[in-house]
Nanobody, 114 residues
Framework: QVQVVESGGGLVQAGGSLRLSCAAS????????MGWYRQAPGKQREWVAT???????NYADSVKGRFTISRNNAKNTVYLQMNSLKLEDTAVYYC????????WGQGTQVTVSS
């Protein structure tokens, strides 16, 4: 089993920055990739970014150039640095880990205000 716990959400003004963290524990050796999804009110969950065990990264077009995903293997933690935040980035952000199955965190709220 793998557990993932997000942190770092909050309220920020448009144009500002936030960094989300996702700490993994348990059978971390089984993890192939980790990343983030988000879900805005009234909308479907949307994939944001992924980082693989070989540090390959991919981003949704909506965040490319503004968000950066990275990992610290020593801390078993993945980060999502979010810059130039827009109102439409407001959502609950969920961390996921792909191993023997998909594992999900509880989510952390990001609210971008005008």
């Amino acid at each position: 089993q793998v557990q993932v716990v997000e942190s770092g959400g909050g309220l920020v003004q448009a144009g500002g920055s936030l960094r989300l963290s996702c700490a993994a524990s348990g059978s971390i050796f089984s993890i192939n990739s980790m990343g983030w999804y988000r879900q805005a009110p009234g909308k479907q969950r949307e994939w944001v970014a992924t980082i693989t065990s070989s540090n390959a990264t991919n981003y949704a077009d909506s965040v490319k150039g503004r968000f950066t995903i990275s990992r610290n293997n020593a801390k078993n933690t993945v980060y999502l640095q979010m810059n130039s935040l827009k109102l439409e980035d407001t959502a609950v952000y969920y961390c996921f880990a792909v191993g023997w199955r998909d594992y999900w965190g509880q989510g952390t709220q990001v609210t971008v205000s005008s």
